[in-house]
């Protein structure tokens, strides 16, 4: 302080900046942040929450806000206040972090909890299996069996009748245009799309090689691929192949036969290499975790061998040996069952089409039990929709959707989930929230 002797009068003069008079939308990265309450306190996907706090950064490059484990965007800061939104999928109970140029971490002390709304609608199909209807999706028919959906949301559909092998077609869905499009009349697989290139790859059982491909810059015309087995490795005796996947690491497009051979195919070349054995038995779905490079998840139909019926199962591609990594991950379980919880400790009865979402979240078309199964990154397993052990076709929401034998399973970028229900022939849409 300075102090001044004016006209006999003693006057008092701040010479410098006081914390008092500190503008406080001015960060100090010297002084430590402190967080004090946020509004609301609970909410759904993209709920906007207000942060209330000290010395916070007004530059939001400089700070990250998490739910759990879930980044939230950050919408702006004041240095007192600063706006997020709620990110998808978090968890029930939420610990809010404000993490600061990656190395000051904070947690609010309250939680907050996260609600989510989930609805099943119908976009396609009737109910009737044969023949098929293509164009517009209000009048469209189709007994769809499996699918997957690109980068740019098109949805690829194998269709084939539950009472026979009839109405055998690769078709796509253009849902913006509301229509069903027929691209080839054939007998396939489960299909899947590469995220880079949105090539579609479609798994089918003519000869030991072959499969389809479809890129979009040829509009998707199918073409009829044989990919080179290694001579090294001895051949399976038929193509019973039923699912492909696309590894996001490698670019490769992995597969798996009946007999237990699980190959990886050069999408350039079409050259195979062999990448380990595994028991015997069918499997209707693979797919790899975006958070856990090179583990691939597979399920296991009822005839899986060494115990793994009705499981899911995982083996790390990238280990030196692949085939000694192989794990049955759900419990083990001869008749199949249902039954929620931890991983290891959850049933399945005859789980098809599997696939995992950019959050590491897995979704389930568990056949057997007429519902849609979710495994979420902290390996805990929840029935989504459906009433376990019963079938039916119903829309709406948790207490009312109903499912008959789902057999296929595909996200969006959106992370909208589509499932090919085969036992109502129809496409159905779950929208989370």
């Given at each position: 302080m300075c102090l001044l002797l004016v006209g006999g009068l003693m006057q008092v003069y701040s010479c410098g900046d006081s914390d008092k008079d500190k503008d406080p939308s001015v960060y100090d990265p010297s002084k430590p942040t402190k967080l004090l309450t946020f509004y609301p306190d609970s909410g759904k996907f993209q709920e906007q929450v207000l942060l209330t706090g000290e010395n916070m950064p007004t530059d939001v490059s400089q700070v990250k806000v998490y739910f759990n484990q879930r980044q939230a965007a950050v919408i702006g800061s004041t240095g007192t206040r600063m706006y997020v939104q709620a990110p998808r999928l978090p968890g029930d109970t939420c610990t809010i972090s404000v993490v600061i140029s990656g190395k000051d971490s904070l947690s609010y002390t309250a939680s907050f909890y996260y609600k989510t709304s989930i609805m099943v609608t119908t976009i396609a199909g009737n109910g009737v299996e044969d023949p098929l209807v293509q164009g517009d999706l209000t009048v469209a028919q189709l007994p769809a069996r499996y699918l997957c959906v690109d980068k740019d949301?098109?949805?690829?559909?194998?269709?084939?009748?539950?009472?026979?092998?009839?109405?055998?077609?690769?078709?796509?869905?253009?849902?913006?245009?509301?229509?069903?499009?027929?691209?080839?009349?054939?007998?396939?697989?489960?299909?899947a799309a590469d995220p880079a290139t949105g090539v579609i790859s479609v798994a089918t059982e003519t000869t030991v090689g072959s499969f389809i491909t479809m890129?979009?810059?040829?509009?998707?015309?199918?073409?009829?691929?044989?990919?080179?087995?290694?001579?090294?490795?001895?051949?399976?005796?038929?193509?019973?192949?039923?699912?492909?996947v696309v590894n996001p690491d490698d670019s490769y497009i992995y597969t798996r036969f009946y007999y237990g051979q699980v190959m990886k195919i050069n999408p350039i070349n079409y050259e195979a290499e062999f990448v380990g054995m595994t028991p015997q038995g069918d499997s209707y779905g693979l797919t790899f975790d975006p958070t856990q490079p090179g583990i691939l998840y597979i399920s296991m139909w009822n005839n899986g061998g060494?115990?793994?019926?009705?499981?899911i199962c995982t083996m790390d591609v990238n280990a030196e040996d692949p085939a000694s990594t192989f794990t049955l991950v759900s419990a083990p379980i001869a008749s199949g069952g249902h039954r929620d919880g931890k991983l290891e400790n959850a049933q399945f009865r005859q789980p098809a089409q599997i696939f995992c979402d950019a959050d590491g979240n897995m979704y389930v078309a568990d056949f057997g039990n007429h519902c849609i199964r979710r495994i979420t990154p902290e390996k805990m397993v929840e029935t989504v929709l459906g009433m376990p052990?019963?079938?039916?076709?119903?829309?709406?929401?948790?207490?009312d959707a109903l499912f008959k034998n789902p057999r296929g399973i595909g996200i969006a970028q959106d992370g909208t989930v589509y499932i090919a229900d085969n036992g109502n022939s129809r496409v159905?849409?779950?929208?989370i929230n």
């Open positions: 949301d098109n949805i690829f559909i194998s269709t084939r009748g539950t009472s026979c092998d009839c109405n055998t077609n690769l078709c796509r869905i253009d849902e913006k245009n509301n229509e069903l499009v027929l691209i080839q009349s054939v007998v396939s697989n489960i299909p890129d979009p810059r040829e509009f998707w015309a199918p073409r009829f691929r044989e990919f080179k087995w290694p001579d090294n490795v001895a051949r399976p005796a038929n193509g019973w192949k039923h699912c492909m060494g115990g793994t019926a009705h499981g052990g019963t079938s039916g076709w119903k829309d709406g929401g948790k207490e159905r849409k779950l929208s």
